[in-house]
């Protein structure tokens, strides 16, 4: 018998390639997608795709859908109760893994190793240590498409934001930015390919700029803040 496995779905590129590639290898059984969402604005955190479209995306991939809701600012106690709580009850359905979409960001996978030993699961990285230039053509190469639903604008220009990936927007990346964004530099929304029954429909929406001040270290005391653009995408 396979193992049941929950897969921590962001909507988006990296979400899509690792499902995908955890689909060909049929060792898990996949109970659910589990989604963070902002809970005063029914987005997908980071990414700020509406629940409408993250809906779809599940109806499409034939998949149950978890929402996890989190509020618009928790603190790390907060969020780690919210996640016990979650985490708890998917266990209790006989889930012994957690699969995540992961590449090479290090403090990351330990910390939800960390967490999911705590409750006697254990994580799965499809993705760990690959290329991610290599992912990213072979993401394309194997029909995936995507939209550049946010950026950060330490590192792109609004320009980026609502642009579908493709060799040109590879090549328009700047030298200090990974190809999949997998530093935080962009993220985004896949609408279609080969793990999905049918294209999402969606139209896109305005470009809106959020500012989210940064934390004061003890070296600094001075005050900042960070710039992201959203290109909203509008269900159809």
Known sequence: MKQKAIFNWSSGKDSSLALYKILQEDQFEITALLTSINQEFQRISMHGVPVSLLEKQAESLGLPLVKMEIPKEPSMEEYQQIMSKTMNEIKSQGVTHSIFG??????????????????????????????TSDLIHEFLDLGFKTIVTCVNETYLDKSFA???????????????????????????????????????????????????????????????????????????
């Open 102 to 131: 992961d590449i090479f960001l290090e403090d990351l996978r330990t910390y939800r190793e960390e967490q999911l030993q705590s409750i006697g699961m254990k994580a799965v990285f499809p993705l760990w240590k690959q290329n």
């Open 162 to 236: 609502g642009r579908i990936i493709d060799e040109d927007f590879i090549k328009d990346l700047p030298e200090n930015v990974d190809p999949c964004g997998e530093n935080g530099e962009f993220h985004t929304f896949t609408f279609d390919g080969p793990i999905f029954k049918n294209p999402i429909a969606f139209e896109i929406g305005d470009t809106v700029k959020k500012t989210y001040p940064k934390p004061k270290s003890d070296e600094t005391s001075e005050e900042g803040e960070y710039v992201f653009w959203f290109c909203d995408l509008i269900s159809k």
